[in-house]
């Protein structure tokens, strides 16, 4: 029986730690004078429901001719940090000010 509980836990913290990643392009805009491109994404991560976080990022990408290649432009290595906002169950936190 100890070992159906602790199997049983496990297996609810494997299931806990999963989650799903999806990101949609709100915004582009060209540069009509230079091959760079401005993204805006959102970023949902969920976890089974329970645990909620979005973020608002934004990338700035170099066109190569055959492909964008994009960098976080508010990654806070630049004092820039995405606007994020976190909930779970009656819980929810934001960074923007």
Do not use: W
């Amino acid at each position: 029986m100890n070992r159906f509980f602790m199997a049983l836990a496990v297996s609810l913290l494997a299931l806990a730690s999963t989650g799903c990643v999806t990101r949609t392009i709100t915004h582009f805009e060209d540069n009509e004078k230079s091959p760079v491109t401005a993204l805006e994404v959102n970023k949902f991560f969920t976890v089974l429901g329970f645990y909620n976080k979005a973020t608002h990022q934004f990338y700035l990408c170099q066109d190569t001719g055959n492909q964008l290649v994009c960098k976080l432009s508010c990654d806070g290595a630049n004092d820039t940090v995405c606007p994020m906002g976190a909930a779970s169950g009656n819980l929810t936190t934001t960074n923007v000010r």
